[in-house]
């Protein structure tokens, strides 16, 4: 067990079968731990805190996504605030698939399904012909969630919906991955004393704590060293895993597009000598703080998203770039607007919480300027209404 299991004062306590969960991926942990010598780089532990098959956040049995802290949920994103988001992303997503000739759907990380369904009955809706919606998530047990939210809200589609254990060599269709990238893992390092360190995971004094080693690697070296570090104590991340998944998409895909929702910015603005502590951050009952070592397994752990090495990666791996924006001009451009104002404003039931969520969508002060859009594609001649105005590629 863990002895000092990290309990601050401001979040509410798990329950005892939760506990356990936490402190059988503490044991499992502590044992890699000691199995590297003592310590280990954090992208390693945050691989494992997420996704340590039964016991990880994302692969153990929490709720997760939902709208408040009493249902027992940690965290909201865009498809779970409004059925608006599915059906406005479905747009872009329809003269993807018309312009490349393409008739398949992949999604990654599919949450409660909720993305999934609402695509499906948009797509159906516009009258756009697809043959699979396939669905790719390092979680088995949100498959279950996932399957119920797509037969209960799309039962006439449901058959179309696949669930894949391994990637295809190739792809032709739309890819789709929202709130992913920040949801994998990223190694952290620090300045200190003039020079660079990579910040691992100890285990001392019966707690996880962090522990900062030089760094040696040549690559490591010469990255950092175009950072700006505003002085001692700055923090911040690399994104491999981030930038090798892209690469894996973008070169599975042969014909079509992909689209990653999520919060972050380009490599300008994210290794900013003012961004000093980095962008880690754990979610816990709708409470955001910013230690990864509570209660391991039952919080999320994420950081924001690096665009420009994304770009590369998927460029690198010979995609074109469609387009960079932020959410809220993509969704405006999409037609958001157009189809919040199907919904009769005198019934207020519905009309009030559809336009409070399309505000949250679009907000810059919520989520329409921290989250961006990137797209990637392979045989579209032209850009998509979604990045007809503000795509701004050029700040990458
Ligand atoms: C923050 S959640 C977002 C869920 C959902 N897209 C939404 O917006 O509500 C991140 C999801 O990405 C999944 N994920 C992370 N890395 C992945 C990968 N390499 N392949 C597939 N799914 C992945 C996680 O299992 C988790 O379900």
């Not at 679009?362 to 300027?369: D, I, K, Q, V, Y």
Request: glycine letters at 10%.
């Amino acid at each position: 067990m863990n002895p000092k299991a990290h309990q601050p004062d401001s979040l509410p306590a798990p329950g005892p079968s939760a506990l356990a969960q936490s402190e059988a991926l503490v044991a499992q942990l502590r044992a890699e731990l000691e199995a590297a010598g003592g310590w280990l780089p954090f992208d390693r532990y945050m691989e494992r805190a997420l996704y340590a098959p039964g016991l990880g956040y994302y692969s153990g049995g929490a709720r997760k996504f939902g709208r408040r802290a009493d249902d027992g949920s940690d965290f909201v994103t865009a498809p779970e605030l409004s059925p608006l988001f599915a059906a406005t992303l479905a747009r872009p997503i329809a003269e993807a698939l018309q312009a490349s000739g393409t008739r398949d759907l992949m999604e990654f990380g599919a949450g409660t399904g909720k993305l999934a369904a609402g695509l499906l009955n948009a797509l159906d809706a516009l009258g756009v012909a697809f043959e699979r919606y396939s669905i790719v998530d390092l979680s088995g047990e949100l498959r279950a969630r996932q399957r119920e939210t797509i037969e209960a809200a799309a039962p006439a589609l449901a058959a179309k919906v696949r669930w894949l254990d391994a990637l295809p060599e190739r792809f032709e269709g739309v890819v789709i991955g929202n709130e992913v990238l920040d949801a994998m893992p990223v190694r952290l390092f620090a300045f200190g004393g003039g020079a660079w360190h990579e910040r691992g995971v100890v285990w001392r004094d019966d707690a996880f704590a962090f522990d900062d080693r030089p760094v040696c690697a040549a690559a490591d070296i010469a990255f950092l060293a175009q950072i700006e570090a505003a002085g001692d104590d700055y923090v911040t991340e690399t994104h491999e895993a981030a930038s090798a998944f892209t690469r894996t998409i973008c070169t599975m895909l042969t014909r079509g597009a992909a689209f990653f929702i999520d919060y972050g910015f380009p490599r300008h603005e994210y290794y900013h000598a003012q961004r000093a502590q980095g962008t880690l951050m754990c979610h816990y009952r709708h409470r955001a703080h910013g230690d990864p070592f509570v209660h391991p397994g039952l919080q999320d752990i994420t950081a924001h998203v690096e665009f420009t090495g994304i770009a590369e990666a998927g460029v690198e791996a010979g995609a074109d770039l469609l387009g960079f924006t932020s959410q809220a001009r993509f969704l405006l451009n999409a037609g958001i607007t157009e189809a919040l104002s199907e919904i009769d404003p005198s019934d207020t039931a519905r009309f009030l919480p559809a336009a409070n969520a399309v505000q949250k969508l679009l907000s810059e002060a919520e989520m329409g300027e921290l989250f961006k859009v990137i797209a990637f594609s392979r045989g579209l001649d032209d850009t998509l209404a979604a990045f007809s105005s503000g795509d701004r590629s050029h700040t990458l």
